[in-house]
Structures are given as structure tokens and as C-alpha cells.
Nanobody, 124 residues
């Protein structure tokens, strides 16, 4: 089993920045893809970004390209989502997720492990 814990959420004004972290514990050696998803009130959970174990593969949702950057530190079993130029429409609960096999996935059903979520609120 793998346990994931997010941190770094909060409230910012539009144009501001936040960095989310996801710390993994347990069978971390089994993790291949490390992703971020978000869910706004009344909406379905949506893909934000994913990075492979080597860091050689990354994908982003079109809505965050050029503003968000995903990265990872395998030595710390932690991955990050740097969010810049935040917009009110980025407001959501952000979840980190992990899967155990390639290829990296961009759909929620691809992922086996999930964190509890952290709230990001962006005001105009």
C-alpha cells in the first residue's frame, strides 16, 4: 500500500502563486506515475498534470499549461505542483494520485492511490 498526503493549499489572489506537495509513504518503490487532479464544487474531478518516475515524461491539462509545473524528488518520495498566475477558475480541491505501472495516465480511473485533498482558493 501507498499513503499520500498533500500540503500547501491555501487562499491567494488572482495572479498569485502556490506550491503543492505530495508526500508518499509505504510501498513507494512501486510508484510509477505521480499525478495531480482537482475537483471544483459541482464538477467532476479533472486531470491537471502527471510526471513519470524518471521525470522524463510530463503531461499537463491545456488549462494549466504554461502556468503550472510538476516536479518530483524521488529521494524524498515527494512530488510538487508549482502553480503560478493563478486564476479564480483554478479554485478547487487538489488531489495527488499515484499509479504503479506505465504509461502515465491522465484519467482518474488509471490511479490506484489518492491523497485526501487540499483546498486551493483563488479570489479575483
Amino acid at each position: 500500500q501507498v499513503q499520500l498526503v498533500e500540503s500547501g493549499g491555501g487562499s491567494v489572489q488572482a495572479g498569485g502563486s502556490l506550491r503543492l506537495s505530495c508526500a508518499a509513504s509505504g510501498r513507494t518503490f512501486s510508484i510509477y506515475g505521480m499525478g495531480w487532479f482537482r475537483q471544483a464544487p459541482g464538477k467532476e474531478r479533472e486531470f491537471v498534470a502527471v510526471i513519470s518516475r524518471s521525470g522524463g515524461t510530463t503531461y499537463y491539462a491545456d488549462s494549466v499549461k504554461g502556468r503550472f509545473t510538476i516536479s518530483r524528488d524521488n529521494a524524498k518520495n515527494t512530488w510538487y505542483l508549482q502553480m503560478n498566475s493563478l486564476k479564480p477558475e483554478d479554485t478547487a480541491v487538489y488531489y495527488c494520485a499515484a499509479d504503479e505501472a506505465p504509461p502515465v495516465g491522465t484519467t482518474a480511473r488509471h490511479y490506484k492511490y489518492w491523497g485526501q485533498g487540499t483546498q486551493v482558493s483563488v479570489s479575483s
